[in-house]
C-alpha cells in the first residue's frame, strides 16, 4: 500500500511512519510533504496513492486548501490536535478524522477499512462510499429541545415533525409532547437523516412514520394527513410534489 504524509510537525511525520511500519512492512511511504504549497505540485504530478494522511493546520495553510487546487482523487485520513474542522472535513474524501496523537489501532482501523471496501468496490465507489459514510457520522442522533427553563436531549427518532410557528422552531413527538428548539428547519433539515425526513413545505419538516396518508388535491398539489395531527391543513405545493412522491416512493 503506497501512503503519502502531509505533515510539518517532524516528530508528528516519525510517529506516524513508525506506526504505519508496524502495522503492516508492506506499507510504502512515497513522501511526505510540510506544507500545502509542497503537495499541491507532488500531487499533480504523481500517480494517486492508496491512501494519504494529511494535518489540517500546517504551516502555510489549511490541507483543505489542496482540494481546492488539485484533483484528489484518494481517500484521506486527517489529523489535527484539535476537532473544530470535524464537519468541514467530511465535505473531502475522509476516512477519518484522527485526534492527535495518534495512536496504533486507530491508525490501523483507518486502513482496514479501506482495504475491505477495495476488496468490493471501484475506486470510485470507494471514495463515494467514504463520503456517505462521513455524512452519516454528522447527522444528529439526538437534538437538544426547551420545555420551559429546562434543555432536555431528545433522540431524533422519537420526533414526528418539526414545524415553524410566530418566527419560533417547534419539534412535535410522536407521544404528542412539543418542545420548543433554538434552531430554525432549515438547519435542522442540513443536520438530520433525508432518507427518514422531508421538508414538505416552509412550515413543515416531517418523519416518514409520522405521515398517515396524502392525497392529490388541485393544481397536483398533495394535501398530507400527519400522526400527530395538526389543527390546520398540511399542503405540499405542486413544484415539492414530484420531489415528495420519488421520496416517499424510495423509502
Keep these: 500500500m503506497n501512503v503519502i504524509i502531509v505533515e510539518d510537525e517532524p516528530t508528528a511525520v516519525k510517529n506516524l511512519v513508525e506506526i504505519l511500519h508496524e502495522v503492516s512492512p508492506d506499507i510504502k511511504v512515497l513522501a511526505t510533504l510540510a506544507t500545502v504549497r509542497d503537495a499541491i505540485p507532488w500531487i499533480k504530478s504523481h500517480a494517486s496513492p492508496d491512501i494519504a494522511f494529511f494535518d489540517i493546520q500546517l504551516a502555510d495553510d489549511l490541507s483543505f486548501q489542496i482540494f481546492k487546487e488539485c484533483s484528489v482523487d484518494f481517500p484521506v485520513v486527517f489529523t489535527t490536535a ?17 485526534l492527535k496523537p495518534l495512536k496504533k489501532d486507530r491508525v490501523e482501523n483507518a486502513i482496514s477499512k479501506i482495504q475491505e471496501l477495495k476488496q468490493i468496490y471501484t475506486h470510485q465507489a470507494v471514495l463515494a462510499l467514504i463520503q456517505q459514510e462521513g455524512e452519516r457520522k454528522l447527522l444528529k442522533k439526538r437534538i ?27 419539534a412535535q413527538t410522536f407521544d404528542q409532547n412539543t418542545y420548543m428548539i433554538d434552531q430554525n428547519l432549515s438547519e435542522l433539515e442540513s443536520q438530520i437523516d433525508k432518507t427518514i425526513f422531508f421538508r ?8 416518514l412514520d409520522a405521515i398517515q396518508k396524502f392525497r392529490s388535491i388541485e393544481q397536483s398539489k ?30
Design 200 to 207: 414538505v413545505n416552509r412550515q413543515f419538516l416531517v418523519n
Design 222 to 251: 398533495i394535501h398530507l394527513d400527519l400522526k400527530p395531527g395538526f389543527r390546520q391543513e398540511i399542503i405540499i405545493s405542486k413544484q415539492n410534489a414530484i420531489a415528495f412522491r420519488q421520496w416517499i416512493s424510495n423509502r
Design 82 to 98: 484539535y476537532d473544530n474542522y470535524l464537519l468541514e472535513a467530511f465535505e473531502y474524501h475522509s476516512v477519518h478524522y484522527l
Design 144 to 170: 437538544l429541545v426547551r420545555k420551559g427553563n429546562e434543555y432536555l436531549p431528545l433522540a431524533i427518532d422519537q420526533i414526528a415533525y418539526f414545524l415553524t410557528e410566530h418566527g419560533l422552531t417547534f
